[in-house]
């Protein structure tokens, strides 16, 4: 049976989450053997004192470069071209930046759809202000504007 604990890191309680996810934070730095776990309503005990992690404690303790370093490849879930070359995954937890360089036709791919997408702007009330006018010169042209009979006006069709 797979036993749930919580765990308490920087006054953050954390769970359930199970035994193997606690050992891999240890291993990969996440936790220190500091840091308080439970399971249920048991009292809170430093991770370094509970015998279930023992065996990963003793690992930390023992400072084996050559284990400690194999653990932690084998513990980090990221893929192997996600790791940084020749570190531990302590070491660059985001730092800078965490997108790598990307090739150009992504970043114009992007730089359009910001493009596309970005909000209509702002017409300017010049703009209004001349449809307005039109408008207005069309309604006046139609009210006064009285077609003329040829009759009355003097003109024969001879």
Known sequence: MNILWYYRHERQVVGPVPQQAVER???????????EVRTGDSPWLKIGDCPEFAPVC?????????KLSAARRFADERSRSRRADGQSPTENHR????RGEEPQEVMELRSQRAIV??????????GYLLIAC???LVLVAIV???PVNPIKVGFSGH
């Open 58 to 66: 003793e690992l930390l303790r023992d400072g084996d470069e050559a």
């Open 134 to 136: 039109l408008i207005g």
């Open 95 to 98: 730092i800078g930046e965490r």
């Open 144 to 146: 006064f504007y009285h």
């Open 117 to 126: 997408f970005e909000p209509p702007k702002q017409r300017s009330w010049m």
């Open 25 to 35: 934070y240890l291993i990969l730095g996440r936790l220190k053997m500091d840091d």
